[in-house]
């Protein structure tokens, strides 16, 4: 696995299996699952969290407050791809995956459910393992919001540790660093704070070498967006790799990513994850 990886965005398309998951009822009481996903025998889910903020909570879609709606092929629901519910109940993940959990905004397509269907095929064996999508991004929010003993941070890890009744936790997906580009001294400190970030969430869920997959970003404060980006490329840690989203198409905010470019970088995370640890974890 590389100590660190810079990956640019890009596209590609993968013929997704009609993959069935399989939960038992006497392994997933119905109090976890408001609908019954059976098959043929037990499977575990390959589970990733998805955190940061707006970009990473979806705001494909969104014009004026409003989401259009628009859910492409590749973002399609998948019987094999779950998602955990701010009430830490899976059920099949559906777009917007952020709805019940970034609730003071509107939220659209964001990258997981690319993410998702973009891997499944490549779990092995075939049709043994789901995908299970904890979202956990809050729009608007700094990276100071995500310190430890901080209400997002612990909700985050509270969510990591109710999903790994049912799987494994495979990585985070982190798309963050908008609202510090706003601030000259939060953008002086964000490498360290991200650092930080990654050292605890590795420590309080006892997994130390956790794959973190970050998103450099795309837009922000024009002054600082680029001091950002140099702290986000700049990280050097184990199993820590960077996916640059900048060039990606953008909504008339110039801020957020439109539904095709969220497709695009759904797809370079799930890239990132297979090129760099999905060999190492089959």
């Known amino acids: 696995m590389p100590a660190h990886a810079v990956v640019p965005y890009h596209s590609f398309t993968s013929n997704i299996n009609n993959l069935q998951l399989t939960l038992e009822a006497a392994v997933f009481s ?61 059920e099949e993940a559906l777009e917007p995956l952020h709805a019940d959990i970034d609730t003071t905004k509107t939220c659209g397509v964001g990258p997981g459910m690319a993410f998702a269907r973009a891997i499944l095929p490549r779990l092995q ?50 798309y963050q660093g908008e609202s510090d580009a706003e601030s000259d001294a939060e953008t002086a400190a964000y490498q360290g704070n991200v650092e930080r970030l990654i050292a605890n969430i590795r420590a309080d869920l006892g997994m130390p ?30 199993n820590v790799v960077t996916v640059d989203a900048i060039g990606l198409p953008l909504n008339e905010d ?9 497709v695009k970088l759904g797809e370079s995370l799930a890239q990132a994850y297979i090129s760099n640890f999905l060999q190492a974890t089959c």
């Open 30 to 90: 119905s109090s976890h699952f408001p609908r019954r996903w059976r098959s043929a025998a037990p499977a575990v889910m390959r589970i990733f969290l998805l955190s940061g903020q707006s970009n990473m909570a979806g705001r494909g879609g969104v014009h004026h407050r409003r989401w259009d709606g628009v859910v492409p092929p590749e973002c399609a629901p998948d019987p094999s791809i779950l998602r955990l519910s701010a009430a830490l109940a899976w």
């Open 209 to 238: 070498h956790l794959p973190f997959i970050q998103v450099a970003l795309a837009s922000g404060n024009k002054r600082n967006i680029e001091k950002v980006r140099e702290a986000q490329l700049s990280i050097n840690l184990l």
């Open 125 to 174: 064996p075939p049709g043994t393992a789901g995908v299970g999508l904890v979202p956990c991004a809050v729009g608007g929010t700094a990276i100071r919001e995500w310190a430890r003993g901080e209400y997002l941070y612990e909700q985050m890890v509270r969510r990591a540790r109710a999903a790994t009744e049912c799987g494994e936790i495979e990585a985070v997906l982190w």
């Open 254 to 262: 110039n801020l957020h990513l439109t539904t095709e470019a969220q």
